[in-house]
């Protein structure tokens, strides 16, 4: 048997965007800010707002926006005779016992049935 699939394996492209003050040679602060450069101080860190305000003096000139990309597989989930929901990051045991891969197909197991709530 396998679980029901219940939503497919997705490549999830992030795009995200920095304000970046070059210090030195390979040395920079980086400041997650919007596309156009606005940066949320309240959701720094402490030192990270200290840097930020050093930045802002024009120290270390104005600064550029710099897109970052990323991505992140986000994993396939599916549902299993039992009912439950799981999320298929690898071979996964369902509470009821069940053992599936990450391709949701149900895996033998072997040795003593030890699933919770059978009698034997
Ligand atoms: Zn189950």
Known sequence: MSLTITRTQEYVDVIEHEHKFVT???????????????????????????NYHICLTGKYGEGEVVEISSSYIEPAAGKCECGQVLILRGDQTCDCGRMYNRSGQELARTGFDDRPGEEY
């Open 24 to 50: 030195g040679p390979g040395s920079w602060f980086g400041f997650p800010c919007d596309a156009e450069g606005n940066v949320d101080v309240e959701k720094l860190p402490d030192a990270a707002r200290k």
